[in-house]
């Protein structure tokens, strides 16, 4: 199922083949809870996981990671932690993984399942708006929620080469912006396409 999953990806346009052999090598069932999901796990779609957030349906998934263009020990900020599988994904690509969620609920199970799974990110619970500027600054940054603008703390915490890569706009539909820190203060932004997130909260820690 998971190779079938590879072969939907790339057909879609998905070139990386480091992403899609990460997207091959994580059991995608393992962070869906509900198990009237389960036979659907390796289709690609998103699912509820509680506290009103998804599970990205892959294709997002390996098109946000292919934007970061990674390389293993890379210092890598994600905001919005939820089921973990986007979390599994950065770190099987061998990078220094940070990721925060607001929802506790959220927070606590899937650092759980991370570690039961083997995985060793750092995981927050708190506002991803601030971002984490004691463990900064980052090579990579990615936001896997809709952002109703970009955070000017996320922007601070990019190392000069770094990139952002974020969903921005306040309406069902969000567009894919991909951020490079040029020089301080300075970013490149590139626009990859239309996308539909959860929204990004700000001062809504629970």
């Given at each position: 199922m998971r190779k079938r999953l590879v072969d939907v990806l790339r057909n879609k346009g998905i070139k990386d083949q480091r992403v899609l052999d990460a997207i091959s090598r994580i059991a995608r069932h393992q962070f869906i809870d509900d198990s009237a999901f389960m036979e659907l796990a390796y289709q690609d779609i998103a699912f509820p996981?509680?506290?009103?957030?998804?599970i990205s349906q892959p294709y997002t998934v390996a098109f946000q990671t292919e934007l970061l263009e990674l390389r293993p020990r890379m210092k890598v900020l994600e905001i919005g932690t939820g089921s973990g599988y986007q979390t599994a994904v950065l770190c099987s690509l061998?990078?220094?993984?940070?990721?925060?969620?607001?929802?506790?609920?959220?927070?606590?199970r899937t650092k759980e399942r991370l570690s039961q799974m083997g995985y060793?990110?750092?995981?927050?619970?708190g506002d991803g708006f601030k971002?984490?500027?004691?463990e900064?600054?980052?090579?990579?940054?990615?936001?896997?929620?809709?952002?109703?603008?970009?955070?000017?703390?996320?922007?601070?915490?990019?190392k000069v080469g770094g990139v952002l890569v974020i969903p921005v706009g306040e309406g069902d539909e969000q567009r894919m912006?991909?951020?490079?820190?040029?020089?301080?203060?300075?970013?490149r932004t590139d626009d990859r396409g239309a996308f539909r997130f959860v929204p990004m909260l700000q001062d809504k820690v629970g």
């Open positions: 996981i509680g506290c009103g957030q998804t061998e990078c220094k993984v940070f990721s925060i969620e607001r929802h506790k609920p959220l927070y606590l060793r990110p750092t995981l927050s619970h971002g984490l500027p004691k900064g600054p980052f090579d990579r940054v990615l936001v896997t929620c809709g952002a109703p603008w970009v955070p000017e703390d996320l922007l601070g915490q990019l912006l991909r951020m490079e820190r040029t020089e301080a203060g300075t970013f």
